[in-house]
């Protein structure tokens, strides 16, 4: 198994060079279809727009949210092309991680004028591996 902070940094890799490429304008569904391509040519496993269940109340939820994407079953991503994260994406991601019981998350926003002020890395009780 990868450490998740190698899975990160492959992720980061993908994403700057698709950004270098294609620059900022592009819909987050482009961004994602290419990402996930590159990520598999890596040998990663990458599931897209996964949909999960929530239970509240002893009520089962199917499906209650979708996650963008989830890398080798444990690194979530979610992609953006918004002219300015808000804290709002980062609570989200953050939610998600806790209702998925993941230690990382990326928030990846394409928008930006360089892919590095785009990443946002947001952790939920992380253990390094």
Do not use: C, W
């Not at 990402?35 to 999960?52: E, H, T, Y």
């Not at 928030?107 to 591996?129: C, H, Q």
């Amino acid at each position: 198994m990868i450490p998740i902070d190698d899975l990160s940094s492959t992720v980061i890799e993908e994403a700057i060079a698709i950004h270098r490429e294609f620059g900022p304008g592009l819909f987050e569904s482009v961004y994602e279809s290419v990402l996930s391509g590159r990520l598999r040519k890596r040998g990663l496993k990458v599931d897209r727009q996964v949909q999960v269940k929530a239970v509240f109340d002893g009520e089962l939820y199917d499906p209650a949210f979708k996650i963008d994407m989830l890398i080798d079953d444990r690194l979530v991503l979610e992609i953006k092309a918004v002219e300015l994260l808000s804290k709002a994406h980062a609570k989200q991601l953050l939610t998600y991680l806790r209702l998925l019981k993941q230690p990382v998350g990326l928030l990846l926003n394409f928008s930006e004028a360089t892919m590095k002020d785009g990443i946002r890395r947001v952790v939920n009780d992380y253990k390094p591996d």
